[in-house]
């Protein structure tokens, strides 16, 4: 499956950037795309792992549930 490049602009919208079939092509650009971001820009750099650009934005705005932190006995 391939590594989906979004820029998630507020409130939470996705606007494809590219698709990569390696995570270190993917992780590459992503950092390279955070250096050039000027301070007026808006945006968030995130890659998603999916079968489909479809199913890459689906998972961008399904919500997740904050994990819970356990402490050790």
């Known amino acids: 499956m391939p590594y989906f490049i979004h820029k998630i602009m507020p409130p939470k919208l996705p ?5 990569h079939e390696k995570f270190k092509d993917a992780k590459l650009k992503a950092r390279e795309m955070r250096q050039q971001q000027a301070e007026t820009e808006d945006y968030t750099v995130k890659i998603t792992f999916a ?3 479809t199913e ?5 705005l399904t919500p997740r549930e904050p994990q819970v932190k356990r402490e050790d006995d």
């Open 51 to 53: 079968k489909d650009q």
């Open 56 to 60: 890459a934005e689906e998972l961008i």
């Open 15 to 19: 606007v494809f950037v590219e698709v």
